[in-house]
T-cell receptor, first 114, second 114 residues
Framework: EAQVTQNPRYLITVTGKKLTVTCSQN?????MSWYRQDPGLGLRQIYY???????DKGDVPEGYKVSRKEKRNFPLILESPSPNQTSLYFC?????????????FGAGSRLTVL | KNQVEQSPQSLIILEGKNCTLQ??????????LRWYKQDTGRGPVSLTI?????NTKSNGRYTATLDADTKQSSLHITASQLSDSASYIC?????????????FGSGTRLLVRP
């Protein structure tokens, strides 16, 4: 089944403890992206990747890092999480980043930072 | 400033009734507009995508309209079912140099009651 898989789905952590949220897609998509979703706000882009080894900042990149060493994986790294990073995170991918390509989203990762 | 505004924020209807969700945008230059359905605890799933020249597009009981002159779109749901309970997100794509920028609305939360 074509899908985007995120792990973990739920995580509670403490301030300053590094964590990684993994994202993997099996559709050979070139474009991958991370979003966060907070109540009352639309999805906001954190980082995106047009292809392997090509990553760029989105609208809210502060406090996050990413890497794209292989096509299928795009992990999101929080080096020193803070409470304001408590949110629902979505990874998404598309064949290419064009006007017509539709994003396929993962199921989401709910992160709580105490 | 590129913005996407959705109304109402939330809506409750009885099963079998119709409803219409609104999306107004101030995005330029416009590339396309998409409607996504997001079930609770899941990632958004694409319902329709419309380009500048398309006025109406249907996907089963979902019909999206686009008025590019007034920069408004609507999503009409016919004969609602309990499974239509979800958040509906309007996403507008803006052409930026050689790339695209997606601007997300904050969504309309629909609850269909028996």
């Amino acid at each position: 089944e074509a899908q985007v898989t995120q792990n973990p789905r739920y995580l509670i952590t403490v301030t300053g403890k590094k964590l990684t949220v993994t994202c993997s897609q099996n559709m050979n998509h070139e474009y991958m992206s991370w979003y966060r979703q907070d109540p009352g706000l639309g999805l906001r882009q954190i980082y995106y990747s047009m292809n392997v080894e090509v990553t760029d900042k989105g609208d809210v990149p502060e406090g996050y890092k990413v890497s794209r060493k292989e096509k299928r994986n795009f992990p999101l790294i929080l080096e020193s999480p803070s409470p304001n990073q408590t949110s629902l995170y979505f990874c998404a991918s598309s064949l290419q980043h064009s006007g017509a390509n539709v994003l396929t989203f993962g199921a989401g990762s709910r992160l709580t930072v105490l | 400033k590129n913005q996407v505004e959705q109304s109402p924020q939330s809506l409750i209807i009885l099963e079998g009734k119709n409803c219409t969700l609104q999306c107004n945008y101030t995005v330029s230059p416009f590339s396309n507009l998409r409607w996504y359905k997001q079930d609770t605890g899941r990632g958004p799933v694409s319902l329709t995508i419309m380009t500048f020249s398309e006025n109406t597009k249907s996907n089963g009981r979902y019909t999206a309209t686009l008025d590019a002159d007034t920069k408004q779109s609507s999503l009409h749901i016919t004969a609602s079912q309990l499974s239509d309970s979800a958040s509906y997100i309007c996403v507008v794509s803006a052409r930026m140099d050689s790339s695209y920028k997606l601007i997300f609305g904050s969504g309309t939360r629909l609850l269909v009651r028996p």
